[in-house]
């Protein structure tokens, strides 16, 4: 069972940055699939940014360019640097991991962007 943990979720101004954090009960040496997902209100669940074990990336269409996902193998942890936010990047924000796909969330961190 892996436990994923978020944190650094807030309130910020349009054109802000946020750093969230995903640590891991477990080594993610091990964990080939990670990501970040976002639910807005009244909205479904949709995928924001994935790195897999190799440091490859992919991102939604609507955050390239403003959000960069890393993560620290040595310390368990996933990043999401989120600059320039908008207030449609308002939601609940989720990490995810899993071996190809999503196995395992988090209890998600609220971001929220005040225009």
């Known amino acids: 069972q892996v436990q994923l943990v978020e944190s650094g979720g807030g309130l910020v101004q349009a054109g802000g940055s946020l750093r969230l954090s995903c640590v891991a009960s477990v080594r993610i040496l091990s964990i080939v699939f990670m990501g970040w997902y976002r639910q807005a209100p009244g909205k479904e669940r949709e995928l924001v940014a994935t790195?897999?074990?190799?440091?490859?990336?992919a991102y939604a269409d609507s955050v390239k360019g403003r959000f960069a996902v890393s993560r620290d193998n040595a310390k368990n942890t996933m990043y999401l640097q989120m600059n320039r936010l908008k207030p449609e990047d308002t939601g609940v924000y989720y990490c995810?991991?899993?071996?190809?796909?999503?196995?395992?969330w988090g209890q998600g961190t609220q971001v929220t962007v005040s225009s």
């Open positions: 790195i897999i074990s190799g440091g490859s990336t």
């Open positions: 995810a991991a899993g071996l190809v796909s999503p196995n395992y």
